[in-house]
C-alpha cells in the first residue's frame, strides 16, 4: 500500500543551490498540497493544487515554485536555496477540498541548506 | 480565516497516568476540527475529527476529544497514556463546507511520556 511517496528523504544542498521534491500518490486524489514543518511553528502550507494543471499559492510560497503535469504527481522546486528553507517538507494529498478525513501525508523529506 | 492554538509545547506525563492537550480555535463561521499524530521520523496521521453530531469523539487507540462550541476547544484526552504514545500532536481546523487551501494547523504538541 503506497498511498503518498516522497523523493528524496533526506538532502543537503549548498545555498544557492536549486533542487526539485517529488511528491507521488496513487490514490486518484485531487487535491495536493506541500507543506513545510519547523520546530515550533507546526506545519505551514506552500502552495496546493486542485487539480492537474492547476496550481495555488499558501501560507509561504516565496522561493518555491511547483508544477502538477500529472494528476498522481505534484513537484516542489527550490530554484536557489537558502539556509532559512532548511526544513522537514510533506506532501498531502485528499479527494477533494472537503474531504479532509480523507487527507493522507506523506512521510517527509528533511532538507538542509548549508 | 481560521486559526488554531495549541498553548502547550511539551506536556510531559507519567506512564498510566491522564492527559490533556488543549487546543482552541478562531473562526467566523462553523467548523470541522482534527487531531493528528506524528511518530518520530513519519508523516502526520488523522487520529480523530469532529465533523458533526455527537460532540464527543474518540479514536481506536483510547483517545476522545470533546467539541465545546462555546469555548472554541477541542481538547484532547486519554485516561491512561503508555510509552507508545509519545509523538507530537497537532490540532488543525477548517471551515464548513471545506477549502481549497486545506486545513490550518496548530504549532503542535510534543506529549512525553516518562516510565
Known amino acids: 500500500n503506497a498511498g503518498v511517496t516522497q523523493t528524496p528523504k533526506f538532502r543537503v544542498l549548498k545555498t544557492g543551490q536549486s533542487m526539485t521534491l517529488l511528491c507521488a500518490q496513487d490514490?486518484?486524489?485531487?487535491?495536493m498540497y506541500w507543506y513545510r514543518q519547523d520546530p515550533g511553528m507546526g506545519l505551514r502550507l506552500i502552495h496546493y493544487?486542485?487539480?492537474?494543471?492547476?496550481?495555488a499559492k499558501g501560507e509561504v510560497p516565496d522561493g518555491y515554485n511547483v508544477s502538477r503535469l500529472k494528476k498522481q504527481n505534484f513537484l516542489l522546486g527550490l530554484e536557489s536555496a537558502a539556509p532559512s528553507q532548511t526544513s522537514v517538507y510533506f506532501c498531502?494529498?485528499?479527494?477533494?477540498?472537503?474531504?479532509?478525513?480523507?487527507?493522507?501525508f506523506g512521510s517527509g523529506t528533511q532538507l538542509s541548506v548549508l | 480565516a481560521q486559526s488554531v492554538t495549541q498553548l502547550d509545547s511539551q506536556v510531559p506525563v507519567f506512564e498510566e497516568a491522564p492527559v490533556e492537550l488543549r487546543c482552541n480555535y478562531s473562526?467566523?463561521?462553523?467548523?470541522?476540527l482534527f487531531w493528528y499524530v506524528q511518530y518520530p521520523n513519519q508523516g502526520l496521521q488523522l487520529l480523530l475529527k469532529?465533523?458533526?453530531?455527537?460532540?464527543l469523539v474518540e479514536s481506536i487507540n483510547g483517545f476522545e476529544a470533546e467539541f465545546n462550541k462555546s469555548q472554541t476547544s477541542f481538547h484532547l484526552r486519554k485516561p491512561s497514556v503508555h510509552i507508545s504514545d509519545t509523538a507530537e500532536y497537532f490540532c488543525?481546523?477548517?471551515?464548513?463546507?471545506?477549502?481549497?487551501?486545506?486545513?490550518?494547523f496548530g504549532k503542535g504538541t510534543h506529549l512525553i511520556i516518562q516510565p
Open positions: 498531502a494529498s485528499s479527494p477533494s477540498g472537503q474531504e479532509y478525513e480523507k487527507l493522507f
Open positions: 493544487s486542485v487539480g492537474e494543471g492547476t496550481t
Open positions: 488543525a481546523v477548517t471551515n464548513l463546507g471545506g477549502g481549497a487551501d486545506g486545513l490550518t
Open positions: 490514490m486518484n486524489h485531487e487535491y
Open positions: 473562526s467566523s463561521v462553523s467548523v470541522y
Open positions: 469532529y465533523l458533526s453530531g455527537s460532540t
